[in-house]
Structures are given as C-alpha cells and as structure tokens.
C-alpha cells in the first residue's frame, strides 16, 4: 500500500538513495533538507516524478506535514562537516529531534532515527552490541555529533516511553556508495579521489585503525525493513558490514582497484579519532533477517565508477 513518507535531509547521501528506494515502491516522498551538505543533484532524478516533492526547510524549526512515516536522517555525518559548526550540529540533532517526534506524536506516524556507531565513541568493547553504553568524549571534537546523536536516541525512547510514539533507532555504522560528497572528508570518497587523481594517499595515523564498511543498496533495504517490522521492534539496533578492515588495507585496496600511480602519506591522527569499530548485527539478523550482501571490492568498484563521472 502507498504510504506518505517524510525524509528529513533526503537530499544528502543516504537520503536520496532512501527516497529513490522509497519512490521505486510507490509511495509519495516528501523530502526536506536545508542543503547544507546535501545536493540539488542528487534529487534532481526524482524531481519530474508526481510522487516526489522537495522542501527546502532547516528541522531545527518545527515543520508540520500528514505523514504515515518519517525518517529523520537530517544531520551532517562527515566529521569535517559536523565540526565546521558544532553548535548548529547539536541544533540539528537535539532540536530536529524534538520537533520531528512532535510531529510523529501529532500525526501518529512511525518514526525512524538515523542514529550511528558513533554513539559507541571510541569503542572498549569489540564489535559493538546494542548494549553496550560507550566511550565517548562529552567535550572533545567529536562531541557535537556523538552527544548530538546520544540526547536523540534519548529523547526517541522517551517520547516512546510517555507519548507512545512508535520509534526506530537505527545505529548506523560506516556506509559508503555513488553520491557520497567527493569533498566531504570521509575516508573512501578522500582515497578514491586521491587514487583517480594519482595523488598521494593520506592515512591518518599509522593506518592501523579499523573501520567495517556497508554498501548503500544494503544499508537503504535494511532501514526500511526495520520501518516496517513489528512496532514492538524500537531498536536501538545497529546495522553496518561486520567485515572489519584497517584503514591502510582500505588504501592498498584502493590503490589496486583504480590501478593508480598513488603513494602513500601518513599525517596525524585526528583527535578521539576510534581505534576501532565493527558492529555486532545479530539483532538485525534475528529481527529482521537482515544482512548485508555487498562485498567490499563489488561495492567500491561501483563507487569508483560514480567518482569518476565527477571528475
Ligand atoms: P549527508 O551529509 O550526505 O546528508 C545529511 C543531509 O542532512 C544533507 O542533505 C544536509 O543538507 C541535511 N541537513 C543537515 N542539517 C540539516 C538541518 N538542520 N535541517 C535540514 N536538513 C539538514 O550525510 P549522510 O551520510 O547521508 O548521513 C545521513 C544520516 O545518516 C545522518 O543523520 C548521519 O548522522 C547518519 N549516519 C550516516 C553514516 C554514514 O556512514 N553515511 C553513518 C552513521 C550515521
Ligand atoms: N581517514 C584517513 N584519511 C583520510 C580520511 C579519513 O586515514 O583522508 C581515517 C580517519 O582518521 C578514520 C577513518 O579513516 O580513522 C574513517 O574516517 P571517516 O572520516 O570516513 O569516518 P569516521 O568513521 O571516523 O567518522
């Protein structure tokens, strides 16, 4: 049945994947975004489509609209663009948070937050459970989003809790695919770049950190699996790829894909960058049957692709 869905920051990376994914199976899409690191190009495919509507619109100010559902995934993710203002990072994520479950709450609409593995900080435990509380800096660089992310998970299960809003909290971990940023700062869309450009490579620290990187096509089926499954399911619950790489296996990998000339350089790790990070997606598996399908090397292969088109 065609439902009407709210996707807040639709026109940035995953949003506009989730929007084409959302239209493709009939449903009117309602798409808000303040631009500020989203892109006209990546919904100017959908614009022609009597299904779609985009309005420019910042969530930090309430927003009202008759919705069935909302996924609220408005918020700067690369750390270069939620650090440039932190401030509004935290605006972004605490107040789009209010006014969205405000507006789930008056229009009885299920709700779905783009959380992150983040909220886990610089990992102690490995991979990361749901249970599993944290290590995060409240006052370090990272914090703005980190902490931004945690006070929504918190205002999700409490809206939950007193108004009985029907929430999802979704821990994304590290995705990657076409219409990723190529200036935003993040690991595969810089040593992409670098490697077509036959640039030097730039790892932070030794290269040693890992991350698990998840295609976009798996990442978009498993968040609106999770929208749909059983009202009881509120999460957390993480999704991601669970197959872990260190960032210099991520570069090497690179390297070879493009057939680039690149070297690599090694430059200071940033600060609180985490050590390590994999997600543990046995709920996901037992809830929703979900799991990734996209291996790494199909996977970069089409994002190379995309990147080479922007050239
Ligand atoms: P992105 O930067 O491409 O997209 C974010 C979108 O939100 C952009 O279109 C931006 O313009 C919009 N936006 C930012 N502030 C806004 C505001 N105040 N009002 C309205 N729109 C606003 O990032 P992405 O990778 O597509 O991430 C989407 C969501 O998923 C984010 O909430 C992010 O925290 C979460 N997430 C992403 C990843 C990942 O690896 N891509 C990992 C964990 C969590
Ligand atoms: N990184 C790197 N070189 C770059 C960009 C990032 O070595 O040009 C490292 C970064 O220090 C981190 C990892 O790659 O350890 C992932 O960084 P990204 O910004 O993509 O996302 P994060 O998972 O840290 O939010």
Avoid at 137 to 160: M, Q, T, V, W
Avoid at 175 to 197: C, E, H, K
Avoid at 230 to 255: H, R, W, Y
Wanted: aromatic share 10%; hydrophobic share 35%.
């Amino acid at each position: 049945m065609s439902k009407r869905i709210l996707v807040t920051g639709g026109a940035g990376f995953l949003g506009s994947h989730l929007c084409h994914y959302l239209l493709e199976r009939g449903n009117e899409v309602l798409c808000i975004d303040n631009m500020f690191t989203g892109r006209r190009k990546n919904i100017i495919p959908f614009l022609d489509n009597p299904n779609f509507e985009f309005i420019r619109h910042d969530v930090t100010m309430p927003f009202f609209a008759e919705v069935d559902e909302i996924y609220n995934l408005a918020c700067p993710a690369s750390p270069i663009h939620y650090q440039y203002n932190a401030i509004k990072t935290i605006k972004t994520s605490v107040l789009g948070a209010v006014n969205m479950l405000g507006l789930a709450k008056r229009v009885r609409a299920r709700i779905l937050q783009a959380s992150t593995s983040e909220v886990y900080g610089d990992p102690l435990e490995h991979p990361q459970k749901e249970t599993y509380w944290g290590h995060v800096n409240p006052i370090g660089p990272r914090s703005c989003y980190d902490e931004g992310k945690r006070c929504a998970e918190s205002l999700f299960i409490n809206y939950h809790k007193f108004n009985q809003v029907r929430i999802k909290i979704l821990r994304i971990f590290n995705t990657y695919g076409p219409r990723m940023d190529p200036n935003d700062g993040r690991v595969i869309s810089n040593f992409i770049m670098q490697a077509l450009r036959n640039e030097d490579i730039t790892v932070f620290g030794e290269g040693r950190q890992s991350r698990s990187f998840c295609y976009v096509d798996d990442m978009v089926r498993g968040m609106v699996a999770f929208m749909e499954s059983d009202p009881q399911f509120t999460g957390p619950c993480n999704m991601g790829n669970p197959v872990e790489f260190s960032i210099l296996q991520l570069a090497k990998e690179i390297i070879r894909l493009t057939g680039s000339s690149s070297s690599i350089i090694y430059k200071p790790l940033p600060e609180d960058d985490p050590m390590q990070r994999r997600p543990d997606i046995s709920l996901a598996t037992e809830k929703l049957g979900w799991k990734p399908e996209t291996h790494l090397e199909t996977g970069l292969l089409k994002t190379i692709e995309y990147f080479k088109t922007v050239l």
